[in-house]
């Protein structure tokens, strides 16, 4: 199988080709048309001078500047509508195409497979992290700090409100929110994770 460098320089080769010939057409037709305007010139003169020879051969280079015309138009046509290649090699080129395509990113979706993995490893740290400071707000609120800003109501009910760390620009949150369920994710092996309630981890 050709790399789609090869196949794009093919397709491209064939393209330009195309563009050429389409290109020497139209000069070929406007140069016929340029003679075709010099033999009517050249025909009226003639029979203005009455001049045989003259007409006659204006009237020539009249008829084979139409006919070559006429040639070039039928080629132009032909040049921009007819396909440059038959069904079979256009199937194949599609098929090739496609097939270099999807080897070459099966390819480049190991390799970010293997990236994803590693931004998982840094994600679990970082839910460790996560974890780790809100034990610690516990303890200081609690056991240290004793929870001194507790408000209490009349009834002596204590209100309290625990301290919490939120961080939304963590690896964690990026990686639960954008790459976890992912086809990446399934590649690397990694499970989707469940949302969590009631807990923090961002």
Same mark, same amino acid.
């Given at each position: 199988?050709?790399?789609?460098?090869?196949?794009?320089?093919? &397709?491209?080769?064939?393209?330009?080709? !195309?563009?050429?010939?389409?290109?020497?057409?139209? @000069? $070929?037709?406007?140069?016929?048309?340029?003679? &075709?305007? /010099?033999?009517?010139?050249?025909?009226?003169?003639?029979?203005?001078?009455?001049?045989?020879?003259?007409? =006659?051969?204006?009237?020539?280079?009249?008829?084979?500047?139409?006919?070559?015309? @006429?040639?070039?138009?039928?080629? /132009?046509?032909?040049?921009? /509508?007819?396909?440059?290649?038959?069904?079979?090699?256009?199937? !194949?080129?599609?098929?090739?195409?496609?097939?270099?395509?999807?080897?070459?990113?099966?390819?480049? !979706?190991?390799?970010?497979?293997?990236?994803? $993995?590693?931004? /998982?490893?840094?994600?679990?740290? =970082?839910?460790?992290?996560?974890?780790?400071? $809100?034990?610690?707000?516990?303890?200081?609120?609690?056991?240290?700090?004793?929870?001194?800003?507790?408000?209490?109501?009349?009834?002596?009910?204590?209100?309290?409100?625990?301290?919490?760390?939120?961080? @939304?620009? =963590?690896? =964690?949150?990026?990686?639960?929110?954008?790459?976890?369920?992912?086809?990446?994710?399934?590649?690397?092996? &990694?499970?989707?994770?469940?949302?969590?309630? $009631?807990?923090?981890?961002?």
């Amino acid at each position: 199988m050709k790399t789609l460098e090869e196949l794009e320089s093919y &397709i491209k080769e064939l393209a330009s080709e !195309n563009t050429a010939e389409l290109k020497g057409c139209k @000069e $070929n037709i406007q140069k016929a048309t340029t003679t &075709i305007e /010099k033999a009517e010139k050249d025909i009226a003169e003639a029979e203005a001078e009455v001049d045989a020879k003259k007409y =006659s051969k204006a009237k020539e280079a009249l008829w084979t500047a139409k006919h070559t015309k @006429e040639l070039y138009l039928k080629q /132009k046509e032909k040049l921009e /509508k007819n396909p440059i290649i038959d069904q079979k090699e256009y199937r !194949n080129l599609l098929h090739e195409i496609m097939g270099e395509a999807k080897e070459i990113q099966d390819e480049q !979706n190991r390799r970010a497979a293997e990236l994803v $993995n590693q931004i /998982k490893e840094i994600s679990d740290e =970082s839910v460790s992290t996560n974890k780790q400071a $809100n034990d610690l707000l516990h303890i200081l609120q609690y056991d240290v700090y004793k929870d001194a800003d507790a408000l209490v109501a009349a009834n002596g009910t204590v209100i309290t409100r625990a301290k919490e760390y939120q961080n @939304e620009k =963590s690896v =964690s949150h990026f990686f639960r929110n954008k790459v976890s369920g992912t086809f990446l994710a399934d590649l690397a092996g &990694i499970e989707e994770e469940p949302q969590r309630k $009631n807990c923090v981890f961002f």
